[in-house]
């Protein structure tokens, strides 16, 4: 065994106070301290392995070796002390999140929003980091640093904290935690370390050379004061703000793009027709007047309103989040709400939520495995799990409600200035009904509530349902909206009223969004829900959607607007029959009697000349302008479909060859190049399952129907998955399987090509696409 001499000791103590010093900067991604039991832990294991395989003389091979020993088998309890065995022996759940963690953790830290608290092991970041810069920092103190006492040496060794310290503040957020305090006392401890080392290196030359050192030392602690005044000034001046702070989960997308998923407006009527009676989820901790959230959309396309995708949001987006949701920006929060929602016949991607939430938890096991599929925008105060919330999930939400001053409270405050998406497509129409309800209004508060009022008295409230007296048409596109202003009254229901009053907003420069929700009918007490299973839970239906629109005020928070009128009764239109007038009689002439002479044979006269009599037979010339005039341009435009319905038909028979998994992959290309033809855009150099979610995005968007969407046939990315299955899946696919393929594929590609319309189905004839 070898045995240290005290400087040894000395330089880990330094090395390592500098090192917590640094790690000390992730308490802005992580919300609080609790993350530094972990990177104490790794410092403390990183140091003692190198420790050890210096005293026992280990080679720096087995050094290391018997580190990462260490590293996993002491990491459980600092690290994830719930998965570990008896709270600290290591179990399959913690070695395996050590490992992940170290791996995969960097980018969570970076992706998920602060305070970072999913996935399971990201504590393992921390822990590995200190780990890591305490094992090769102590084994370079230890094994090289003796060997040559220079100033150069310290330096480099020096650079294992400073990475940490970096790391901390990359990996943070705009916010710093105690920058300049940590700063400086890292900057003093580093260069009195370096002077004390300096002065080391000539500790055995005598007497005078004691003298040297103590006056380096002297001369050292004269700089270190001075460079410790002169960073704390110059770090309160020029110090950067909180929003120029250059951190990498600011410059990082989050991996989630809302435009995958058709808009939520865009299927508002499925709701009022179809599930208008159907319960979608129930929902316990309500309060009277509380409505549900579900998407907030703020970027408008000319054909529908829909979430905007990360380039283009004017608020953080949808990020990565934990159990603790970020809070707001921009609200003013008033009463605390804690409810818990069941999902029944709900399917989609979009979390129903109440007011702005700070804890979100999923209760059921099969929604919690998928935690990480979980995404909170905290300025709309919305949450998405992108695998899907179906029947069974369930999960608890912590929420406040933003408060809503009284519109004279409102008058001279401005509306927020935000960086929304630009409106494209704006009718005309909509511009000037905005500026003629908005009137000779002059605050922003009283032009929209102008415009809510005028859409709410002058309009009327339909479905489109067969028991409504006129007929709605859904959709709030560019015609729809004209039509809604163009017609002798306005008809429509929350989807229109909210899509027409966000651009008028937006016309006279107020960045609104649309919401759409539920507003279910609350109980004002126990005795009123006496006939529900659960006196505190309320049953939300699909006839209970609605949508409204939201204005942001300066230092107040985003204002509800509800435009859509409660008047159902519509004014019907009549169109009165016009009068017959009676015509004078005319008298008719006496019908005259032709009596025929049978005694008279008419006779034919053969005029034909002799030389005519032996020409042989002769097409007419006009036969021929005929056939030109017509079997030309039947031939240009029947020919091309002759040849692509044959090329189509050799594609197809190629695709039914070969083994039996490459005839299930031939089933979706056939699909894909059959909508392609259609006029669709699929993606290029995609995933299957990418480009079905594009697919039905486009289908959506385009109003045709999306393949199992209303429980006909499969839905695409269903049969995406299951075609990927097949191909590298490994398994064998019987002849059965590849039949069931290609009739889906078939169904899928048949049931869009007959909503497409004929003149869509005719263009499709001339096209012809060569896939894969």
Known sequence: MIRLPRSAWSDLAVLSLLSLLGIAGFETAFGDLDFLAAAIAGIAVGTAAALAGTVWRLGVLTTVLLAFAAYFLLGSPFTMPDAALLGFLPSVATLSGLALGAVHGWADVVTIGAPVEAPYYVAAVPYFAAWLVSLVVAMLVLRWLPGRRTPARSAVVLAGPVLLFLSGILLGTGEAFFAGVRGVAFAAIALVWLAWRRGAAVEATGEGARRLRRRKLAGSAAVVAGAVVVGAVAGLALAPAASERFVLRDRIVPPFDPLQFASPLAG????????????LFRVSGLEPGDVVRLATMDSYTGRLWNVAGPGDAADGGYTIVGSTLPAPELASLGGSREIEVAVVAYDDVWLPTVGYGSRLELLDEGTSDRRGDLRYDADAGTGVLTSGAAEGARYRLESRIQRVPDDDDLVDTPVARLDAPEVENLPDVVAAKAEEYAGDATSPIEQLRAIERALKTSGFLSHGLASDLVPSRAGHGADRLIELFTRSQMVG????????????????GYPARVVMGFAPDVPEDAADAADAADPDEVEVIGSDVTAWVEVPFEGVGWIPFRPTPDQVDVPQEQTPKPKSEPQPQVRQPPRAEHVEDDLLTTVEIDDTDEEDRDRPFEVPGWVWVTLASVGVPAAVALLPVLVIALLKRRRRERRRSGPNERQAAGAWEELVDRYAELGLDPPERASRLQSARSLERQLAEQGLPVPGGEGDGVRLATLAATIDRDVFGGADV???????????????????????????????????????
Request: hydrophobic share 45%; aromatic share 10%; glycine share 4%.
């Open 734 to 772: 019987s002849g059965e399987a590849v039949a069931r393929r290609w009739t889906e594929a078939d169904a899928a590609a048949a049931a869009v090509s007959l909503a497409a319309g004929r003149l869509r189905r005719f263009v499709a004839r001339y096209r012809f696409r060569r896939g894969r």
């Open 268 to 279: 508002f009527r499925n709701y009022t027709k179809d599930l208008a009676e159907e319960p």
């Open 493 to 508: 229901d929350e989807e229109q009223y909210a899509a027409a009053m966000a651009l008028m907003a937006r016309h006279l």
